[in-house]
């Protein structure tokens, strides 16, 4: 693992992030066409900087988190974007960012023990991928006639199955911090 920074696919990943506020902008201004194009190419550079970190060899420290921050951000104003227009209600805004506190809850004993951010696993990938998928086509779903229909019935089954695997992934990484700390209380010779 590298620690470069500047990198290919970590240049794309900071690109992915000043997209954010230009998302945010286009979003709350009700630019939807401009919006959603913003998110298709972000969704489209995120595969593409895990794919050209790998075929490069560049993967990095640095990418490892912000890969991650990128999707969350892109998330969360999407989530905040789209519960202030109405066009989703709050209780989805509420239970995504209850899984993202939650795991923002356990990084101070994850860095306390030397362990930096847990590692993304396929249920995060899948889940980030379902959400992320779930927003453009619920504010398609705001279009009349066939697309609006498709587009809403589409948005909500992706958007229920995000829901649930990033529960799921959630999980998941509170039973890995607590093997971690398990570990290393059993290394230090403190019972657990």
Known sequence: MSTRVLTVPNLISMLRLALVP????LIITSHDVAALLVLA????????????????????KLGQVLDPAADRLFILVTLV?????????????VVILSRDVLMACLLPTLTRLGYGPLPVNFLG???TFALLYAFPLLLLAES?????????????????WGVGLYWASGALY???A?????EHRAAAGTPS
């Open 22 to 25: 230009v998302f945010a902008v």
């Open 41 to 60: 190419f972000s969704g489209f550079t995120d595969w593409l900087d895990g794919a050209v970190a790998r075929r490069l060899d560049q993967v990095s």
């Open 81 to 93: 974007a789209l519960a202030w227009r109405d066009v989703v209600p709050l209780w989805l805004l």
């Open 125 to 127: 990938k899948a889940a």
């Open 144 to 160: 009349s006639g066939t697309l609006g229909a498709v587009a809403h019935a589409a948005g909500w089954a992706f958007a229920w």
């Open 174 to 176: 509170v039973v890995q």
């Open 178 to 182: 607590r093997e971690l700390v398990a």
